[in-house]
Nanobody
Framework: QVQLVESGGGLVQAGGSLRLSCAAS????????MGWFRQAPGKEREFVAF????????FVGDSVKGRFTISRDNAENTVYLQMNSLKPEDTAVYYC?????????????????WGQGTRVTVSS
């Protein structure tokens, strides 16, 4: 069982930055692929970014490419999402998720564990 706890959300003006953190329990964190998704009111959960466990290869969604960066610290069992140049359309609840199976990284159904989410609001 893996428990994930996100933090770092809040209210920020457009153009600003936030860094989200996701702390994971368990001794095999480095073997998990870790993803960030977001869900705005009335919309489906959207893929934001993913990072592999062992080699740290990262992928980001087209809507955040060039603005968001995912990273991880396996010694601290933590994954981060650095969000720069925030836009009002980035407003959503952001979730981190852990993936233990060989599934597509873009589909939320491929992830096994989820955090409770942290809210990000970007004002114009």
């Amino acid at each position: 069982q893996v428990q994930l706890v996100e933090s770092g959300g809040g209210l920020v003006q457009a153009g600003g930055s936030l860094r989200l953190s996701c702390a994971a329990s368990g001794r095999t964190f480095s073997s998990y692929g870790m993803g960030w998704f977001r869900q705005a009111p009335g919309k489906e959960r959207e893929f934001v970014a993913f990072i592999r466990g062992r080699d740290g290869t990262a992928f980001v969604g087209d809507s955040v490419k060039g603005r968001f960066t995912i990273s991880r610290d396996n010694a601290e069992n933590t994954v981060y999402l650095q969000m720069n140049s925030l836009k009002p359309e980035d407003t959503a609840v952001y979730y981190c998720a852990a993936k233990t199976r060989v599934t597509t990284i873009y589909d939320a159904r491929g992830y096994d564990y989820w955090g409770q989410g942290t809210r990000v609001t970007v004002s114009s």
